[in-house]
């Protein structure tokens, strides 16, 4: 059984830097105790959001032909730094095994295929090989989006147009190919349902920046430039008692001015990371991480075996790498993250 910890009831403070950008209904919220899916969060407009895109993007910070994004914010001293964290030398897996069979949170399942080959050296010689198909994008499969798997307004990340993805082509930019040598920086917890005395958070559940700087205090590890954060909700420990369901826990979107003020590289989840779509716009954090900062996103990670290890431990940073299959112009890639202590 995994230990609980103490909920923080505390003020919503989003560290903006001066920025004057949350709406009067929106200042002074204060961050909730669990809820049922009903109760209703503070909204955010899409005139709200679409000031956010246009005055908090990283577009032309590292030049006008960029496609690495946030990326660039794991630094050679950053990775250094991350790789001292490194003590224990315990490396924890941080993807969910394929799912073979459709359910509700599946609608495409992994496709394994297994073949013995032709017995061609005489007897004993023969051998097996597979065939692997999955549409990974979506709501069942561990996998990094690229920074061409988003738009807003037929725009990409670093203002590149949708025109530049083609079906015959894929990404001309942006193309996950890009990330070939691998993402190697800190990786930081935020564990909610252990901050609030919770097995799990239940379906639809916000996160906002009050809960996260909650996590900071009770940890005593502050985000910063260039980390890649990793947000436990316990969709796996949820599925595993009650079965398949789809509407996940994750950040509100008045998180993102949180992720800009911090220059959070990599967002990353056991979930689809967004709570909520906004009018006309889908999901808010994919669509703000990805086109306007530049920050590629994992989606429906394990963090199991994470969240126990880090509790045993009592640290809650670590040296992340993940190594994406380069695919020439591909919108993203299958991955196996993984975590070392």
Known sequence: MRPTGRFFGIGLAVLIFGWGFLAPEVRGFQAQPQRSPAYPPPLVSPEQFDQWMRELSNWGRWGKDDQLGAANLMTPA????????????????????????????????????????????????????????????????????????????????????????????????????????????????????????????????????????????????????????????????????????????????????????RDVALIASDGIQDVGDLPNIGSPIHIFGIVALGATLLDNLDLESLAETAAELKRWEFLLTVAPIPVEAGTGSPVNPIAMF
Not at 163 to 174: F, Y
Not at 244 to 255: E, K, N, Q, W
């Open 78 to 261: 950053k990775r250094k730094q991350a790789v001292a964290l490194v003590k224990e030398g315990i490396s924890v897996s941080l993807a969910h095994r394929p799912l073979l069979e459709k359910a509700l949170d599946n609608g495409n399942p992994f496709e394994r295929e297994t073949n013995l080959t032709p017995n061609l050296q005489g007897p004993g010689f023969r051998g097996s090989n597979n065939r692997y198909s999955v549409t990974y994008h979506g709501r069942a499969h561990s996998h990094l989006d690229g920074l061409c798997h988003r738009f807003y307004k037929e725009q990409m990340y670093n203002g590149f147009s949708i025109q530049e993805v083609t079906k015959e082509n894929g990404c001309v930019k942006n193309g996950i190919q890009s990330f070939q040598n691998g993402i190697i920086t800190r990786g930081v917890l935020i564990d909610i349902p252990r901050l609030r005395g919770v097995p799990y958070l239940e379906p639809a559940t916000p996160v906002f920046p009050a809960d996260i700087e909650a996590w900071e205090k009770e940890t005593g590890v502050k985000i910063s430039s260039g980390d890649a954060i990793f947000l436990y909700t316990g969709r796996w420990a949820r599925r595993a008692k009650v079965g398949p369901f789809t509407d996940f826990a994750g950040y509100h979107a008045l998180v993102i001015p949180w992720l800009k003020a």
